[in-house]
């Protein structure tokens, strides 16, 4: 199996700050990394596959870079409907896909 | 647009067995370019992948969850199920439907999700 460690599990950020989640993957996983923003009650949200690509729709202040077993997830200008969850998931193998624990993004 | 709606019991007891549908909308379940799955969050902890499945009846399933767990699929009312038997406390999670490309690894993401709905498992 493939872990996923996120880190930190909460951060604490205004608006307008630039924040940086970190994704660490227990082997190489090539750039086959998405990740999803998560908002209460609602389902997870794709942002960013392929380490880099942003989805169509989502915001540019969101990137996301690294490769093989480091990963990050930027938001350069943090704003009020970014407070959320934040996962990542590998997808190089499947057995199983697999899912970081999370990021709380909340408000300072 | 595409729509994914989960549907099913809210409450199952310990040792029984957990069923949901999903009822995808907007476009078929037949497509040659995606599949079709589950993903389920605990209250309070992280998101797990359950498992998939091709329109074909391929499937792909978490090995963790691999000796109780079958998924099936309905093309021609265009609907996916999941059957988790002798479950037990820590199956009460949020089940997502969700949907992600054919090839692989390049389309194994999750696009599309359904909203959720609560299972508790408890007598």
């Known amino acids: 199996d493939i872990q996923m460690t996120q880190s930190p599990s909460t951060l604490s950020a205004s608006v307008g700050d630039r924040v940086t989640i970190t994704c660490r993957a227990s082997?190489?996983?090539?750039?086959?990394l998405a990740w999803y923003q998560k908002k209460p009650g609602k389902a997870p949200k794709l942002l960013i596959h392929k380490a880099s690509s942003l989805e169509t729709g989502v915001p540019s202040r969101f990137s996301g870079s690294g490769s093989g077993t480091e990963f990050s997830l930027t938001i350069s200008s943090l704003q009020p409907d970014d407070f959320a969850t934040y996962y990542c998931q590998q997808y190089e193998s499947y057995f199983p896909l697999s899912f970081g624990g999370g990021t709380k993004v909340e408000i300072k | 647009q595409l729509q994914l709606q989960e549907s099913g019991p809210g409450l199952v007891k310990p040792s029984e067995t957990l069923s949901l549908t999903c009822t995808v909308s907007?476009?078929?379940?037949?497509?040659?370019?995606?599949?079709w799955g589950w993903i389920r969050q605990p209250p309070g902890q992280g998101l797990e992948w359950i498992g998939h499945?091709?329109?074909?009846?391929?499937?792909y399933y978490n090995p963790s969850l691999k000796s109780r767990l079958t998924i099936s699929v309905d093309t021609s009312n265009n609907q996916f199920s999941l059957k988790l038997s002798s479950v037990t406390a820590p199956d009460t999670a949020v089940y997502y439907c969700?949907?992600?490309?054919?090839?692989?690894?390049?389309?194994?993401?999750?696009?599309?999700w359904g909203q959720g709905t609560l299972v508790t498992v408890s007598s």
């Open positions: 499945i091709y329109y074909t009846g391929k499937t």
């Open positions: 969700v949907r992600h490309g054919y090839l692989w690894p390049e389309g194994w993401k999750f696009d599309s």
């Open positions: 082997q190489s996983i090539n750039t086959w």
């Open positions: 907007g476009g078929s379940i037949s497509s040659s370019s995606y599949y």
